[in-house]
């Protein structure tokens, strides 16, 4: 399975959970399979759905998702102890680690070779950390919903990516249309 | 009233609920006093654009957020100011220890001080500096317009200020 067909299997479970999605393809894949108010596309700046999505977990009450990349964690390294010493328990990292940089035609990445992504997580301090198969992903995402404690996920699947679209939607429209819905959950 | 009081003051004046800081010896008092707020949520990060991308989401969040970092890290975080507060129309009040001017110490801080304004101005970044202690009478209305225009802004705060204040 690659990231794409992950997400596929992510839609049901998280069609109605607000989402936090990183740059590049994981988003235009995202918004081509199931464009929702609760998703926030990232069309810029590698690195920081996991910041973006633990803020937005520490503001408010609404369970967050952030979907991941490993190239992306390894650019912001610095996300994972900041995010283990601030925990919130509304708060679920996915971090789809496909090995390669698959944005920018599968360059590998270190976490496909010596390092291991779940390893560093609980280096840095996370109490909760599932490292699982591409096919067990949606019921390690469901277990955590289901759960009331800060997990990251790190989900091992195959490199490759599916044509898709680039998103054309204005970067302040998905950001009010993301930030009506997470009020309206805070009402 | 402390400088360091004032500024904390008008950030909860403005309903500043989220505050990111990477640290700096100017910086020390201000973070203190941010860390003993009740009124702010203190998250100290790891790098400035890593802070930058915590503010973007407790924004989304309904929180006003702000960060507190020093002006060696601009370079760090033009991408993160125009791809991401910028891009997505995001307010940022960004309070700056401006090393390297009148005063410093470290010769080489003032490498980063020579290119400060001319980063921030080509970012169109609204810049601020506050140089005597009566600059930060405007600090209220500053925040203010962050949040009003949805834009970053930068407030450079350097030794003499700190000195005098």
Not at chain 1, 32 to 37: S, T, Y
Not at chain 1, 49 to 72: E, R
Not at chain 1, 100 to 107: A, N, P, R
Not at chain 2, 93 to 103: A, C, T, V
């Amino acid at each position: 399975m690659i990231r794409s067909d992950v997400l596929k299997t992510l839609i049901p479970i998280i069609s109605d959970q607000l989402v936090v999605s990183n740059i590049g393809l994981p988003s235009q894949e995202l918004h081509l399979l199931d464009d929702q108010p609760t998703n926030f596309y990232m069309l810029g700046t590698m690195g920081l759905s996991s910041s973006i999505g633990l803020g937005l977990a520490l503001a408010q009450k609404a369970k967050v998702i952030a979907i991941d990349g490993d190239g992306s964690v390894l650019t912001n390294f610095g996300t994972l102890p900041t995010i283990a010493n601030n925990p919130a328990d509304n708060f679920i990292l996915l971090i789809i680690d496909n090995g390669s940089y698959g944005s920018t035609g599968d360059q590998p990445t270190y976490a496909g070779m010596k390092t291991s992504l779940a390893k560093v997580a609980e280096a840095c301090g996370c109490d909760n950390v599932v490292e699982c198969s591409a096919e067990d992903t949606a019921a390690a995402v469901k277990a955590a919903l289901d759960g009331d404690k800060m997990t990251i996920i790190v989900s091992k699947c195959e490199s490759g990516n599916i044509k898709v679209p680039v998103i054309d939607m204005d970067a302040p429209v998905i950001r009010h249309r993301f930030m009506t819905e997470v009020s309206r959950r805070n009402a | 009233m402390s400088i360091n009081q004032k500024i904390v003051n008008d950030f909860v004046k403005n309903k500043i609920k989220f505050v990111t800081t990477v640290p700096c010896k100017q910086l020390a008092g201000v973070i203190d006093e941010i860390e003993a707020s009740k009124d702010i949520y203190h998250i100290p990060s790891n790098k400035e654009d890593e802070g930058m991308g915590l503010c973007a989401g407790a924004y989304m969040g309904g929180k006003r957020s702000a960060i507190i970092m020093q002006n060696t890290a601009i370079g760090v975080t033009i991408n993160t100011l125009v791809t991401l507060i910028q891009y997505y129309n995001i307010p940022l009040p960004m309070l700056i220890s401006y090393r390297g001017e009148i005063g410093e110490p470290v010769a080489c801080q003032v490498e980063m001080a020579v290119h400060t304004k001319a980063l921030l101005d080509q970012l169109n970044i609204p810049t601020y500096h506050f140089h005597t202690k009566s600059d930060a009478d405007e600090l209220d209305a500053i925040l203010n317009h962050s949040f009003m225009a949805k834009k970053p802004v930068a407030i450079l705060t350097d030794a003499s200020f700190w000195q005098g204040a």
